[in-house]
């Protein structure tokens, strides 16, 4: 049974720092990886995909690495903005049941003006 | 391209009485996924429907709980008889083909009272 794992749960930075999330996932047969950013009583916006095939995805200032050996991916945010204050999840599609994202527990971001 | 719409965005049910939350996914998309969210937990798979077909109900309750996808017409996540357990935000998402990025909903809140 596939799990997600996101570190840290909570941060806090202040405006202008790079910034890395970290999504980890047990069973390395994803067909692909997705993070999404959600704001308080808000749906999921999503951010970048990656396919299994790919190592990295880049939208603006994100940018996301999947590494399926290991069992592990990134977001990478450059030059935080307090709008970017978020939960951030990442969710990989399994392939055995092709069926259903397996969805972290989210780190929650707060950039501090 | 209205995105995937979810009505409605807030629902109040006594216990025992019945909830209808309905899903119109993304134009031209074929595959809906509803995802449940309890308070202080995270995304949790339910069901997985194609037109007029359930591919994978393995996350649903096995009582109380259906989902129905017509060939005309929005997607249906029904629970009968709710209970205050039951109170979470559901979301709806929509993709084109199963392993394609997942677009969702804003949700439907359901507080049961």
């Known amino acids: 049974k596939q799990e997600v794992t996101q570190i840290p749960a909570a941060l806090s930075v202040p405006e202008g720092e790079n910034l890395v999330l970290n999504c980890s996932f047990t069973d390395s047969a994803i067909y692909n990886l997705q993070w999404f950013r959600q704001d308080p009583g808000k749906g999921l916006t999503s951010l970048l995909l990656?396919?299994?095939?790919?190592r990295e995805q880049t939208s603006g200032r994100l940018n996301a690495s999947l590494d399926k050996s290991s069992g592990r991916s990134t977001l990478y945010i450059a030059a935080s903005q307090p709008g970017d204050s978020a939960t951030y999840l990442c969710a990989g599609l399994e392939e055995t049941s092709g069926s259903r994202l397996t969805f972290g527990e989210g780190t929650q971001l707060t950039v501090n003006p | 391209n209205a995105g995937v719409m979810q009505n409605p965005r807030h629902l109040v049910r006594r216990r025992g009485q019945e909830a209808r939350l309905r899903c119109s996914p993304m134009?031209?998309?074929?595959?809906v996924y509803w995802y449940r969210q309890l308070p202080e937990e995270g995304l949790k798979f339910m069901v997985y429907?194609?037109?007029?077909?359930?591919?994978?109900e393995s996350g649903m309750p096995k009582e109380r709980f259906s989902a129905e996808f017509p060939k005309e017409g929005p997607s249906i996540l029904r629970i009968q008889q709710v209970v205050r357990g039951d109170s979470a935000a559901y979301f709806c998402?929509?993709?084109?083909?199963?392993?394609?990025?997942?677009?969702f909903g804003s949700g439907t809140r359901l507080t049961v009272v």
């Open positions: 990656i396919q299994s095939s790919q």
């Open positions: 429907l194609q037109k007029e077909n359930i591919i994978d």
């Open positions: 998402a929509s993709s084109p083909v199963w392993t394609y990025g997942y677009t």
């Open positions: 134009k031209g998309h074929s595959h």
